[in-house]
């Protein structure tokens, strides 16, 4: 299978041919080959955070939202692979959430603002910088606890405040059961984490429930999305910027992502 920068091709050609006339089906077939690989490089760009600042992700020629980053990185693509093989077991699942998860909240800050920090070098002088804002992690129960422990690798300073939510089966709106923010906002930055943004009704719940405390600014950092997820968290929110490692196809009719992972929950705590 041809391998294409940062993304796997996402078409299959078969293989070279022989007798009669083989000669014109080869050349048409290398005529295929070479437009199959431009439209693939083509879906790796629009999927591609430099989509995302053009502000045009678009999933079968539908733009979702300009706001809208899925990172691109190989290191991401395999790692997600796993995550989706059902044969993985919770120690893995966790331990790569928590990779991925390190790998996502770089992104997720990369427009954060920073602040001179003036320092002394073994050499001398030297100007450093610093974040200049109070990040604040708010992990959705219970699946978004599996990505605290890498979003902390990458922000050990930041704060961390648990929203407890879960999905109705029958309604799939998500009912709040544990909430301790402090009266105040205390951060200026939330990054809301939740493996999984399916619906799109756990995010947009967690976001309300932070503007409503007062949070300025707000980033959903997640694993993997649906269209629809997306679509309702940007039209709901669309100061929210979405960061996530895969844009799927879309929800089944019990409300989950296909192809997707399973239950996020269920699969990082074995209770499946
Ligand atoms: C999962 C997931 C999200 C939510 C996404 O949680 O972790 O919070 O579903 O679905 P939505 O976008 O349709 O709202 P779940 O309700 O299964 O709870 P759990 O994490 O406790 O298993
Ligand atoms: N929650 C999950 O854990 N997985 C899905 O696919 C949808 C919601």
């Not at 899925?70 to 093989?85: C, D, F, M, Q, V």
């Not at 109070?134 to 961390?160: C, F, Y």
């Not at 967690?206 to 694993?223: E, H, S």
Request: with cysteine; glycine share 10%; aromatic share 6%.
């Amino acid at each position: 299978m041809p391998v294409l920068q940062g993304r796997p091709a996402s078409f299959r050609l078969s293989a070279g041919c022989s007798g009669p006339g083989s000669e014109s089906r080869r050349v048409y077939r290398a005529i295929l080959r070479a437009f199959a690989l431009i439209m693939g490089l083509a879906a790796a760009q629009s999927a591609g955070p430099s989509a995302a600042r053009s502000g045009r992700i678009t999933r079968r020629g539908k733009t979702v939202t300009p706001n809208l980053h899925i990172t691109n990185h190989p290191l991401a693509l395999h790692k997600l692979t796993i995550l989706r093989n059902q044969k993985t077991e919770p120690k893995k699942f966790r331990e790569v959430v928590r990779e991925l998860a390190m790998m996502l909240i770089i992104d997720a800050t990369a427009d954060l603002p920073v602040v001179e920090l003036p320092i002394t070098t073994p050499m001398g002088a030297a100007v450093g910088y610093k974040l200049a804002d109070n990040i604040g992690l708010i992990p959705i129960l219970r699946a978004g606890l599996g990505m605290v422990e890498g979003a902390l690798d990458m922000l050990p300073s930041a704060e961390v405040w648990h929203i407890g939510l879960y999905r109705d089966e029958r309604t799939l709106r998500p009912v709040e059961y544990y909430n301790k923010l402090p009266v105040s906002p205390t951060v200026q930055v939330c990054l809301v984490l939740d493996p999984m943004l399916a619906t799109g009704g756990s995010a947009v719940a967690t976001v309300d429930i932070l503007k409503r405390w007062g949070a300025q600014r707000i980033k959903f950092v997640g694993l993997i999305g649906a269209p629809e997820g997306v679509k309702k968290l940007s039209e709901a929110h669309p100061d929210v910027s979405i960061y996530l490692a895969a844009l799927d196809d879309h929800l089944n009719d019990i409300g989950y992502i296909v192809p997707g992972l399973g239950d996020a929950g269920d699969r990082q705590f074995g209770t499946a």
